[in-house]
């Protein structure tokens, strides 16, 4: 069983940063894929990043250039740095692990976090 804990969401005006964090708990926590998700109010939940277990990274296009997922392992931490934020960010963010590397389809995973909740204003 993994538990993942994200953290570092809050309110930021437009072209302004923040960085989540995604704390895991679990001994083997090189050996799983992390993606995060995003789930805008009355939307669907969407893929927005991922990387794998080598450092292999994948961005929605619409992410793509403003956000960068990192991880240290030593730390059991994912991170996702989000710069030029703009309205249409705004959502719950998730993350979420499994073992293999290649899908962006939130069903593909099996252990999530609560989520943590990110508001840019215009």
């Known amino acids: 069983q993994v538990q993942l804990v994200e953290s570092g969401g809050g309110l930021v005006q437009a072209g302004g940063s923040l960085r989540l964090s995604c704390a895991a708990s679990?001994?083997?926590?090189?050996?799983?894929?992390i993606g995060w998700f995003r789930q805008a109010p009355g939307k669907k939940r969407d893929f927005a990043a991922i990387?794998?277990?080598?450092?292999?990274?994948d961005y929605a296009d619409s992410v793509k250039g403003r956000f960068t997922i990192s991880r240290d392992n030593a730390k059991n931490t994912v991170y996702l740095q989000m710069n030029s934020l703009k309205p249409e960010d705004t959502g719950v963010y998730y993350c979420?692990?499994?073992?293999?590397?290649?899908?962006?389809?939130?069903?593909?995973?099996?252990?999530w976090g609560q989520g943590t909740q990110v508001t840019v204003s215009s």
């Open positions: 979420a692990a499994r073992w293999l590397y290649g899908s962006r389809l939130d069903h593909d995973f099996n252990y």
């Open positions: 679990t001994l083997t926590f090189s050996r799983y894929t």
């Open positions: 990387i794998g277990t080598g450092g292999t990274t």
